[in-house]
């Protein structure tokens, strides 16, 4: 049999420790720090910052039965039921109260539940309900008071029934005469009461006798039912699967892009767009999802600025050790990222008062993003595994189950979640892919290895044509793709990625210093259709003029045992700008640096190479960019564990049977929190109080002081007999004691 208790912190006393446990598991706030007894537990919970908390996390049908506790004052649970439309037991309404009281959101009283006062002045007027009123008739006076209404009487009342309870009433000299005679009848019965000269309030009391006894006009205690589609779940988890894997080749493409090439810094952070525009042309994607995909490699740790030299997005050292696990393990930190990420991608490119917003700047930062993405997928997953709703179906079931957290927001952003989860592969055809569960809960292991069943495996060949493209069926890995990324451009994407083997593609591996032997043997390996003759004729070509002229310092100078070729070179009107004059038959100097030279000669197909102080050739790497990964403040979301809980549970029982005592005379020192909690209470219930109260010279006074109000960390009231108010500072009450 539940104890039957005074006050919340009564009630807290008479539940058994798994239960305490529980409650703290559910309200994690409560436990950080530690309280020190089950009194202060009672405090903690009623603080209007921890029952804002509590219910932002509750649905409707819990929110409703909430706000008929609030407007029943106290009440048994067939009663509860019977004001929400339901058998008098019902099951459903049963649990729907347990679950409150074990929320600390409402108590067991001999009455019946109770709702903490905290938590009806934190829900403010429950169900369009407007406050009781003294004068106000009830019972068999009501009912006569109801009689005889004419029409407009009726009609002013029926429109004030189901809220809002304020109204407008014209005064006699204006609008309609009727109306107002009806208003004043009303007025004259008390079942409108005047606020000033032109509104009017329908007292709670009348309201309820309207409502038949019902607090909601629609009670709503289960989800909206709607015709969903139902997929497949094979299909979905395949489709999540190839968007997994399209995912992980443009990561690499886009990790191997900066990491040769990085793209700047701009002077107020971020990434100019026309790096953007340019890393999604290369991924052939949109520029909203290329932004997206780049806010998600910073939160993974993946990509980072680097600002030992020239600032510069680059990849980070955990990149490689990245690109070396499974692809399931690769796909599980990139859609963890996206969830857990503060940042909103789809803010890029939008107005921000002082500019446009600009990819990996500070601006992109929203964490109600992260809440909104936690709330829709886990939305989704209360569905029927393959269930794809609407846009607007999802809109409506996350209103249901987060009625105060939506209403904040009246663009809750669903259709950007739904998107951006169909790009992380957290979905596929708008239901939840089976591995998004792992995801989810924060087993990101577990969720890669689902996910590795679903992800198509890499290929590790390409079929290269006469016309120098070569065709790679699938997702390449491997030596295919690097070797590929080496000596070709892609061309298209889709099932199968076309790349065209360009002269500079194999000007780059002969940069290497790659011969043509090798070049010819590396594509024999990963072709299943050999080296094609023009293939080779290409690339003995390339290496046969390839390395010819040499580039050094002087400013710089060229070098070639070939005396045509630079008898060319100084012909060419396009390199004027290179100031080339000839010191030997076999040399040119240049006052410009060596690096212009070479990629001015470069453009010109001259295939020069870069030559060393030694006379040697000087190999060029093209990953040699990387960045330092800078620690990120880490998204902190505050949870407690049972074990964790238990241990709490423990202390707070150890602080009741210790708790201390007062001395002479003065109240027991309290609690800052539990003393604020008391005066409240006191204040409103207008009940007299012992304080123990700190005076100018140190000393501790016990005063018996009757609270009126406490707000901005004072309490004003009066003390003893005396009629005048008297204001003290909280932080010097020592100590409160209920007045016997």
């Known amino acids: 049999m539940p104890t039957r208790a005074r006050s919340l912190a009564d009630d807290l006393r008479g539940r058994s420790p ?21 009194t202060t537990l009672a405090a903690r919970a009623t603080t209007r910052a921890s029952v804002q908390r509590a219910l932002d996390s509750l649905d409707l049908a819990h929110l409703q039965t909430l706000e008929v506790i609030c407007v029943l004052g106290a009440a048994p ?64 006076r009501l009912t006569e008071a109801l009689e005889d209404l004419d029409g407009r009487a009726r009609a002013i009342l029926d429109a004030l029934t189901w809220g809002p309870p304020v109204g407008v009433l014209p005064s006699g000299g204006s609008g309609d005469r009727g109306v ?19 509104h009017v309030l329908l007292p709670r009391q009348v309201a309820l006798r309207l409502r038949c006894g019902l607090v909601h006009r629609r009670p709503e205690l289960s989800p909206p039912v709607g015709d969903d589609r139902l997929l497949d779940t094979d299909l979905v988890d395949a489709t999540a699967g190839g968007r997994a894997a399209q995912l992980l080749e443009q990561t690499a493409e886009l990790l191997d892009e900066w990491g040769t090439r990085p793209p700047r ?79 909103a991608p789809s803010l890029v490119g939008s107005p921000d008062g002082t500019g446009r917003v600009n990819a990996l700047s500070p601006q992109t930062s929203w964490p109600y993003g992260r809440q909104r993405r936690n709330d829709t997928l886990a939305v989704l997953a209360t569905l029927p595994a393959g269930t794809a709703p609407t846009a607007d179906r999802l809109v409506e079931l996350l209103r249901w189950h987060h009625p105060i957290r939506l209403s904040r927001s009246p663009d809750p952003g669903v259709e950007t979640v739904v998107r951006e989860a169909e790009w992380a592969g957290l979905t596929g055809r708008g239901a939840l892919a089976s591995a998004a569960g792992g995801v989810l809960s924060g087993d990101t292991a577990h969720a890669g290895r689902v996910m590795s069943d679903h992800i198509p495996e890499a290929v590790e060949h390409v079929l290269v044509q006469a016309d120098l493209t070569a065709v790679a069926p699938g997702r390449l890995d491997g ?113 410009v640096p060596a690096t212009t030279v070479l990629d001015v000669l470069r453009e010109g197909r001259y295939g020069p190479v870069p030559e060393g102080e030694d006379g040697g050739l000087t190999l060029v790497s093209l990953q040699d960019h990387r960045a330092t990964r800078r620690a990120m403040a880490p998204t902190r979301v505050s949870t407690v564990d049972a074990e964790t809980a238990a241990r709490i549970v423990a ?15 003065l109240p027991a020192p309290t609690d800052p929190v539990v003393t604020s909690a008391m005066l409240r209470e006191a204040a409103a219930e207008r009940l007299p109080v012992w304080i123990g109260y700190a005076d100018e010279v140190g000393g501790i006074q016990r005063l018996l002081l009757r609270p009126t109000a406490v707000e901005q960390g004072r309490v004003r009231g009066t003390v003893a007999d005396q009629d005048a108010p008297r204001t003290f500072l909280l932080h010097r009450i020592s100590g409160v004691a209920a007045a016997d």
Do not use: F, K
């Open 18 to 38: 798994e239960e305490l446990v529980a409650l703290l598991v559910r309200r994690p706030d409560l436990a950080r720090p530690t309280p020190a007894d089950l």
């Open 77 to 140: 649970v067939t009663a509860i039921a019977a004001a929400l439309g339901e058998p008098a037991r019902s099951p459903r309404v049963g649990e729907l109260v347990d679950r409150l009281a074990d929320l600390a959101l409402c108590w067991r009283s001999p009455e019946g539940y109770r709702a903490a006062r905290t938590v009806q002045e934190v829900i403010g007027a429950p169900a369009g309900l407007g406050p009781e009123t003294e004068d106000a008739p009830t019972g068999d």
């Open 180 to 198: 107002w005679e009806a208003g004043q009848h009303l007025l004259e019965r008390r079942l409108l009461r005047r606020t000033d000269e032109s």
């Open 265 to 343: 810094v701009l002077r107020t952070g971020g990434l100019a767009v026309r790096d953007l525009s340019r890393a999604a042309t290369l991924l052939e994607a949109t520029t909203a999802e290329t932004a997206w995909l780049v806010e998600v490699l910073q939160a993974a740790g993946l990509v980072a600025a680097d600002e030992s030299r020239e600032p510069a997005w680059m990849p980070t050292g955990e990149s490689d050790d990245w690109a070396e696990r499974p692809a399931g393990e690769r796909w599980s930190v990139l859609a963890g990222a996206w969830l857990g990420m503060p940042a």
């Open 479 to 591: 030596p295919a793709r690097s070797v590929m990324r080496l000596l070709g451009q892609v061309e298209s994407r889709g099932g199968a990625t076309v790349h065209r083997i360009t002269e500079d593609g194999i000007r780059r591996a002969l940069d290497l210093g790659w011969s043509a032997d090798r070049v010819l043997s590396e594509v024999s390996a990963i072709s299943r259709t050999g080296v094609p003759q023009p293939l080779e004729y290409l690339v003995r070509d390339v290496a046969r003029r390839h390395g010819v002229a040499r580039v050094g310092s002087v400013g710089s100078y060229v070098r070639s045992d070939d005396t045509a070729l630079l008898d060319r070179v100084l012909a060419d009107r396009d390199l004027g700008l290179l100031q080339l004059r000839r010191v030997a038959p076999t040399v040119l100097v240049s006052p």
């Open 651 to 665: 202390t707070m029982i150890s602080g009741e049977s210790n708790r201390p005592r007062g001395g002479n005379g």
